[in-house]
C-alpha cells in the first residue's frame, strides 16, 4: 500500500453503532500527542428499512401472523469447538460478530457530523489533516482460512517470511464463501500454523453496508471539498497492531533487563527455553467480548463472544476467557492487554487475581495520553480506538513496524477533487497572455526569415551592381522598363500580323500533324468546347492508334464505340484535346534576335536583368 507522507495532523475516527468518535493526534518532539477528541451522534441514515420475519408488511395474507419455528440441534455446525453455538460466528472461525442473527441494517452516514468535526479542527489550527477511519466488527466479516500445500504450489510456494501471494489468498476465500471477493476491500492478517502444518490467515472483509464508503460518496455527490481521507481499518486488525507494539516494547524491556541482570518481576520474557510469548488481547464492549491469543507477533485465534459484554461482572468475563483459552489449548499466557467500555478498573483486577503470575495491564498504557480539554467521553474504547488508528499514519517507528497493512477503503474514495482558489477570468488572462507571446515570437522570426532571404538575393548580384549608387541602378531600370515596354507593344502587333499565330490555327494543324504520324485514323469533326478545349470526333482502323493520338495530344478519351463495315473494324471516338497555349515559332524567333541585339549596343548591362525584361 502506497500511503503518502503523514503531516502535522491526524485525524482518527472510529464508527461504533449509533455514535462517531474522533481524535486529533499530532507527530511531536517525544512521539504521537492527542490534540483534542470529539463525539458524536449518528442522525441519517441512507437506504431503505429491512423488513424483519414476522412483520406485517413481509407477511401474506394467508400466513399466521407471529408463527415461527425454533429447531434445536440436528444441524451441521460450522465447528467442532465446545459451546461453538455461542463463541462460532456463523462464518468459520471469528465470523465477525454479526449482530441481529445475520440482518443487515440500514447505511448510517455521517458526512454532516465529519464535516463539522473538520471545522472543529480548522478553528484551532488544523485545517486539512489527514483522516484514517475505523470501523467494529459490526461492519466487517472475518474468515479463517487454511492454506493446504498443494494450493501454494499452484501459484507460489510460501517464503522464508510466510507471505503467499494476495491473489492467491482472494481466490481461496471466494471458493469458500461460494461468492465474489472486492479485491481492493479485502485484507489478510498473518496466522500461526495449525497444527497439521498448515499456513493460515484471517480474512477481513468490509460488508456493503459500510458507512464510510457510503458517507465519502455522499460527500463526493455533492462536490464539496473531500477530505483527506488516507485508509479505512477495522477493529482487529487495530488490536493486532497494538498487541505487536505490546510485545515489541516488552521484549525489548526484557533484554534491557536481562543484559543489566536485572530479573523481569511482573511479566515472563519470551526466553528460548520458555518457548513462544503468548499475548491474551480482550476488549469487553456494550454488545459483545472480543478475544485475541497472539503467539508472538502473529494471531493464534480470534474470537467475538456475542453472549458476553461489558455489562457483565467482571469474574464471568474471565471465566469465558479462560474457558476459551482450554478450548484452544492456548497453554499459559505472559501478557494480556485488556480495554472496556465500563468498570476497566475493576475487569484488570479480576484478570490479575485469575492470571496471578502474568503481566496484566490496559491496553491504553501503549497509547499516547489524552490532553485535559474538559470533554467527558461516552465510549473510552471507541476514543481509544480512533488513537488506534490514527497512529497508522504516525512517523513513530513502533507503530509503523507494528499494523499490519490493512485498507479497506476502495481506490477510488481515496482520491481527492482539485479544488483550485482561482477563477475562470485569471485562465482567461494566462491563455490572453500566451497567445500575445506567440504572436509576436513568430512575428519575429517571420521578419528575421525575410532579412535572411533579401540579403542572400543581394549577394547573388556581382560587386558593381550589388554596390552601385541607388540612383544609377534606378535609372538604369527605368531604361529597361521602358525599351521592354515598347518592345512588349510590337509583339502584340506583330503576333496579329502573322499568318496562323491563331491559337485555334495552331491547334488545327497540331491535331492533323499529329494524326498523320499515327496513321489509319481520320477526323470527322473538330470544333471547340471551351475556352481552351477542343472536341474532336473520328474513326480509326484499331483501338490502339486512338490510345496514341490521345497520348501525343495529352487528350481524353470520351467515348469509344466498335462497328464492322464491310467486314473491317472501325473504332468510332470522341475525344477533348486541350489548346496549347505558345507562341509561333516566328515570334519566338524575332524575340530571341531583340535579346542578342539588345546585348551587344549595350554590354554593361545584365544578362538577367534584360532577360527578366523581357
Excluded at 517525544?30 to 406485517?56: H, W
Excluded at 524491556?253 to 536481562?258: D, R, S, Y
Excluded at 484452544?328 to 496471578?356: C, N, P, T, W
Aim: charged share 25%; hydrophobic share 40%.
Amino acid at each position: 500500500m502506497n500511503i503518502s507522507r503523514p503531516k502535522d495532523s491526524i485525524l482518527g475516527v472510529n464508527i461504533a453503532g449509533r455514535s462517531l468518535h474522533a481524535v486529533l493526534v499530532q507527530d511531536g518532539p517525544d512521539g504521537p500527542e492527542v490534540i483534542k477528541k470529539f463525539s458524536r451522534q449518528l442522525s441519517s441514515t441512507v437506504g431503505a428499512e429491512i423488513d424483519l420475519p414476522g412483520s406485517a408488511e413481509s407477511l401474506d395474507d394467508d400466513s399466521p401472523v407471529g408463527d415461527f419455528t425454533i429447531q434445536f440441534g440436528g444441524g451441521s455446525s460450522s465447528s467442532d469447538l465446545f459451546l461453538s453455538s455461542e463463541f462460532g460466528a456463523g462464518e468459520g472461525v471469528g465470523g465477525g460478530g454479526e449482530a441481529g442473527g445475520g440482518v443487515d441494517t440500514p447505511i448510517r452516514t455521517f458526512d454532516m457530523e465529519i464535516q463539522e468535526i473538520l471545522g472543529e479542527c480548522g478553528e484551532i489550527g488544523f485545517p486539512d489533516p489527514l483522516v484514517t477511519f475505523s470501523v467494529s466488527t459490526a461492519h466487517v466479516t472475518c474468515v479463517e482460512l487454511q492454506i493446504a500445500k498443494e494450493a501454494t504450489s499452484k501459484k507460489t510456494e510460501e517464503d522464508d517470511e510466510g507471505k503467499i501471494d494476495n491473489s492467491l489468498l482472494i481466490e481461496l476465500l471466494a471458493a469458500q464463501l461460494d461468492t465474489t471477493v472486492d479485491e481492493e476491500r479485502v485484507a489478510f492478517l498473518p496466522m500461526t500454523k495449525s497444527d497439521g502444518g498448515l499456513s493460515r490467515r484471517l480474512a477481513i472483509m468490509s460488508k456493503p453496508n459500510d458507512p464510510v464508503a457510503a458517507t465519502l460518496a455522499a460527500i463526493r455527490e455533492r462536490k464539496t471539498r473531500m477530505p483527506a481521507v488516507r485508509l479505512m481499518d477495522a477493529e482487529v486488525s487495530l488490536f493486532y497492531g497494538l498487541a505487536r507494539a505490546a510485545f515489541f516494547l516488552t521484549a525489548s524491556e526484557a533484554a534491557v533487563e536481562n543484559e543489566d541482570g536485572d530479573a523481569a518481576t511482573d511479566f515472563a520474557p519470551s526466553m528460548p527455553m520458555m518457548g513462544p510469548r503468548k499475548t491474551l488481547v480482550v476488549r469487553a464492549g456494550a454488545e459483545d467480548t472480543l478475544v485475541m491469543f497472539m503467539e508472538d507477533d502473529k494471531l493464534l485465534h480470534y474470537e467475538s463472544l456475542r453472549s458476553i459484554t461489558t455489562y457483565d461482572a467482571p469474574e464471568t468475563i474471565c471465566s469465558r476467557v479462560l474457558l476459551l483459552q482450554d478450548e484452544y489449548g492456548v497453554g499459559d499466557v505472559q501478557h494480556v492487554l485488556l480495554l472496556s467500555d465500563d468498570r476497566e478498573e475493576a475487569i484488570v483486577e479480576s484478570f490479575k487475581m485469575f492470571f496471578s503470575d502474568t503481566r496484566v495491564e490496559s491496553i491504553r498504557s501503549y497509547l499516547p495520553k489524552f490532553e485535559s480539554d474538559g470533554v467527558e467521553s461516552t465510549s473510552s474504547s471507541n476514543a481509544a480506538l480512533a488513537v488506534a488508528v490514527a497512529l497508522r499514519l504516525s512517523g513513530d517507528e513502533l507503530y509503523q513496524g507494528a499494523y499490519a497493512d490493512v485498507n479497506l477503503l476502495p481506490k477510488k474514495l481515496l482520491r481527492r477533487r482539485i479544488k483550485l482558489p482561482i477563477t475562470w477570468h485569471v485562465f482567461a488572462l494566462y491563455g490572453a497572455l500566451f497567445v500575445t507571446v506567440v504572436f509576436f515570437v513568430g512575428r519575429y522570426f517571420t521578419i528575421e526569415s525575410e532579412i535572411s532571404a533579401k540579403k542572400y538575393k543581394v549577394e547573388q548580384y556581382s560587386t558593381d551592381v550589388a554596390y552601385a549608387d541607388p540612383a544609377v541602378l534606378q535609372a538604369r531600370v527605368d531604361s529597361i522598363r521602358a525599351i521592354t515596354t515598347g518592345y512588349q507593344r510590337a509583339l502584340v502587333v506583330l503576333d496579329s500580323l502573322l499568318i496562323g499565330s491563331d491559337k485555334w490555327s495552331r491547334s488545327l494543324e497540331s491535331t492533323n500533324r499529329e494524326a498523320g504520324v499515327v496513321k489509319g485514323i481520320w477526323i470527322d469533326r473538330w470544333r471547340p468546347a471551351g475556352a481552351n478545349m477542343v472536341e474532336i470526333k473520328g474513326n480509326a482502323t484499331s483501338r490502339d492508334r486512338v490510345v496514341s493520338l490521345a497520348e501525343r495530344l495529352d487528350g481524353q478519351i470520351a467515348s469509344l464505340t466498335f462497328s464492322e463495315i464491310r467486314e473491317w473494324p472501325v473504332y468510332t471516338f470522341e475525344m477533348k484535346v486541350p489548346l496549347r497555349i505558345e507562341l509561333p515559332e516566328a515570334a519566338r524567333y524575332l524575340r530571341e534576335q531583340v535579346v542578342l541585339e539588345n546585348e551587344s549596343a549595350n554590354p554593361t548591362t545584365p544578362a538577367t536583368a534584360v532577360s527578366a525584361a523581357n
